[in-house]
């Protein structure tokens, strides 16, 4: 048989761009091949999740509800997102505004096809998740970095942004808590850049995908509830991260009506619907008992003071993680780029972290460290690499 892919490569539209994932394979091959590895480097909830969530999914199966469901969703999990923003964020949406997505990476695609044409430049953190940029660049956008640093605990600083605003600027993605800094954007600063995007016209999408994960001493503003900033802030989120939901796929949009039904369509191009059971669990997320969710806030907050703590004694310096499950580690003491301290931490202590070259960031410095390991596995990982320092550090 010939192979057919030489010709099929050639034929890739200009929106297919090559992003590189050799590095990240790289590690995953590596860590195959060793025994009893920690892996501290997953964005995915250690957690299983909650049984009462679980179980509506299945009561769904066995009631055949497993049908289409209308592309912006069921209208009870629709209603009873909007009353749950409401409650938990001060937001105003009304269920006509909402619509449910395969998760909130949909959410994202769904959003700059609808909004970014050829040219448009969008602003985003550094570092960051990096799915932004494939979306933006598959519609023709063009990202603009706006750099955050340690020294303000990766927070978005309203001047940076007002700086890189040009002609074109059409958008900015607000990411708080972000990943993968855990950096929480305070709320003063969340009213200066309401008031800049006001003044500039300037749309605003607001990821809050790990709002429910706040620590003591931080606090959450969604700058949609702020005057002025509904009719130009679309509000993402979903079920991933706060009840341990990866892989149910479940997210949403939260935006004014006009706007809403423009996104029907597109939406239903995409994949017509979220899974119907999966519909049945979110509603159950919602409107059940929310202890499950607060367990495992308490949980995390454990193991990150612990995390911050075995940091302070190896003499890392990180930024303030107010929010999320993660902390972004300064690694520049052991005299290594953090790519290659990654490699011999990998090789010479079997933990797994990445650095922050994955996530967008120029400042080779930095590894992101997940919190999703339970915290004996944290202290053991963290004691490994204290006993192996004579071997990573150059």
Same mark, same amino acid.
């Given at each position: #048989?010939?192979?057919?892919?030489?010709?099929?490569?050639?034929?890739?539209?200009?929106?297919i761009?090559?992003?590189?994932?050799?590095?990240?394979?790289?590690?995953l091959?590596?860590?195959?091949?060793?025994?009893?590895?920690?892996?501290?480097?997953?964005?995915?909830?250690d957690?299983?999740?909650?049984?009462?969530?679980?179980?509506?999914?299945?009561?769904?199966i066995?009631?055949?509800?497993?049908?289409y469901?209308?592309?912006?969703?069921?209208?009870?999990?629709?209603?009873?997102?909007?009353d749950?923003?409401?409650?938990?964020?001060?937001?105003?949406?009304?269920?006509?505004?909402?619509?449910?997505?395969?998760?909130?990476?949909e959410?994202? !695609?769904?959003?700059m096809?609808?909004?970014?044409?050829?040219?448009?430049?969008?602003?985003?953190?550094?570092p960051?998740f990096?799915?932004?940029d494939?979306?933006?660049? !598959?519609?023709g956008?063009?990202?603009?970095?706006?750099?955050?640093?340690?020294?303000?605990?990766?927070?978005?600083?309203?001047?940076?942004?007002?700086?890189?605003?040009?002609?074109?600027?059409?958008?900015?993605?607000?990411?708080?808590?972000?990943?993968?800094t855990?950096?929480?954007?305070?709320?003063s600063?969340?009213?200066?850049?309401?008031?800049i995007?006001?003044?500039?016209?300037?749309i605003?999408?607001?990821?809050?995908?790990?709002?429910?994960?706040?620590?003591?001493?931080?606090?959450?503003?969604?700058?949609?509830?702020l005057p002025?900033?509904?009719e130009r802030t679309i509000?993402?989120?979903?079920f991933?991260?706060?009840?341990? #939901?990866?892989?149910?796929?479940?997210?949403?949009?939260?935006?004014?009506?006009?706007?809403v039904?423009?996104l029907?369509?597109?939406?239903h191009?995409?994949?017509?619907?979220?899974?119907?059971?999966?519909q049945w669990?979110?509603?159950?997320a919602?409107?059940?008992?929310?202890?499950?969710?607060d367990?495992?806030?308490?949980a995390?907050?454990e193991?990150?003071?612990y !995390?911050?703590?075995?940091?302070?004694?190896?003499?890392?310096?990180?930024?303030?993680?107010?929010?999320?499950?993660?902390?972004?580690?300064?690694?520049?003491?052991?005299?290594?780029?953090?790519?290659?301290?990654?490699?011999k931490?990998?090789t010479?202590?079997r933990?797994?972290?990445f650095?922050?070259?994955?996530?967008?960031?120029?400042?080779?410095r930095?590894?992101?460290?997940?919190?999703?390991?339970?915290?004996?596995?944290?202290?053991?990982?963290?004691?490994?690499?204290?006993a192996?320092?004579?071997?990573?550090?150059a």
């Open positions: #048989m010939n192979d057919a892919s030489p010709r099929l490569m050639q034929a890739l539209s200009r929106r761009r090559s992003h590189d994932e050799s590095y990240r394979s790289k590690m091959a590596m860590a195959a091949k060793l025994p009893d590895v920690i892996a501290m480097g997953r964005g995915d909830p957690f299983h999740t909650p049984k009462h969530i679980v179980e509506a999914a299945k009561k769904a066995d009631e055949n509800q497993h049908h469901t209308l592309p912006a969703g069921l209208p009870q999990l629709r209603q009873a997102i909007a749950n923003l409401r409650r938990e964020n001060g937001l105003d949406y009304a269920a006509d505004e909402v619509v449910v997505t395969a998760g909130t990476q959410a994202v !695609m769904l959003c096809l609808a909004l970014v044409n050829e040219g448009d430049e969008v602003l985003m953190p550094t960051r990096t799915s932004y494939t979306a933006v660049e !598959m519609c956008g063009v990202c603009v970095d706006v750099p955050t640093v340690e020294a303000s605990d990766f927070a978005l600083v309203p001047a940076e942004i007002e700086k890189r605003i040009t002609a074109k600027t059409k958008m900015l993605v607000l990411i708080t808590p972000n990943n993968p855990g950096a929480v954007t305070p709320p600063a969340v009213r200066e850049i309401a008031e995007c006001k003044r500039r016209d300037i605003v999408i607001s990821d809050e995908i790990y709002a429910r994960i706040i620590f003591e001493g931080s606090e959450h503003l969604s700058i949609g509830t002025g900033m509904k509000t993402l989120n979903g991933s991260k706060s009840y341990a #939901m990866t892989g149910w796929r479940v997210g949403y949009i939260a935006a004014p009506a006009p706007f039904a423009k029907v369509e597109p939406r191009t995409l994949s017509i619907n979220a899974n119907t059971p999966a669990a979110a509603l159950a919602l409107t059940g008992p929310q202890e499950p969710v367990a495992m806030v308490r995390y907050a193991r990150r003071a !995390m911050m703590g075995a940091l302070d004694d190896i003499g890392f310096s990180y930024g303030h993680p107010g929010g999320a499950f993660y902390v972004y580690a300064n690694v520049e003491k052991s005299g290594r780029p953090a790519p290659e301290f990654c490699e931490l990998l010479e202590a933990v797994l972290v650095p922050g070259t994955l996530f967008g960031d120029t400042d080779d930095y590894v992101r460290l997940s919190l999703l390991q339970p915290v004996e596995r944290i202290r053991e990982a963290m004691q490994r690499l204290d192996a320092k004579s071997r990573i550090f």
